[in-house]
């Protein structure tokens, strides 16, 4: 009777240190993954501040070497490919003479596979720019939908897709811009 209650001790003592270790490694994975998600979500956010601050550098830093650019839901068209450098390009004409530019996301939903990120937010961006007109700013108001990979130890855009739900304000700001 000694020696099996001795042998039971230890089969609990085992089976407590497994399910512990079972537990660590939990906690360990779980960490893991929202580690990669905030960095997810540091990427997106740093391509919006990078805009709002005209930081053509650090947007394409946020950009995959092709990336598949959909703007379709605000001017047609279909969705292409396109180098971060064009990206910025066309970003840094078409904001130019604003006089500051605003982007807002928020609730972030992401889902991490392996090295790879989808990532769907709200947004709103803010154009300002006064005017004789007295109007002086419009308003974006939609969702994004990012898909990222993972390069080397950093998170890449090579999706990005706006959905417009409306703009708001002056919808011709842009003929005052110089």
């Known amino acids: 009777m000694k020696y099996f209650s001795l042998f039971l ?31 997810v979500v540091k990427t997106v956010n740093r391509l919006f501040v990078s805009t709002d601050n005209r930081n053509w550098k650090g947007v394409k830093a946020c950009f995959a070497d092709e990336v598949l650019l959909d703007v379709t839901s605000m001017v047609g068209g279909e969705p292409n490919k396109l180098t971060p450098q064009q990206i910025a390009d066309a970003w840094a004409q078409g904001l130019k003479g604003l006089k500051a530019i605003h982007h807002q996301a928020g609730n972030y939903d992401v889902s991490l596979k392996a090295d790879e990120a989808d990532v769907f937010c709200y947004g709103i961006a803010f ?46 700001l842009h003929k005052y811009a110089k």
């Open 127 to 172: 154009h300002y720019l006064p005017n004789a007109t007295g109007q002086n700013s419009r308003t974006f108001v939609g969702s994004y939908n990012f898909h990222l990979v993972k390069v080397g130890t950093d998170w890449k855009i090579d999706i990005f897709k706006y959905n417009l739900k409306y703009i708001d304000g002056n919808l011709e």
């Open 9 to 39: 001790l230890m089969a609990l003592l085992v089976a407590c240190s497994h399910t512990q270790e079972t537990r660590v490694k939990a906690v360990e994975t779980q960490t893991k993954v929202l580690i990669e998600e905030k960095a």
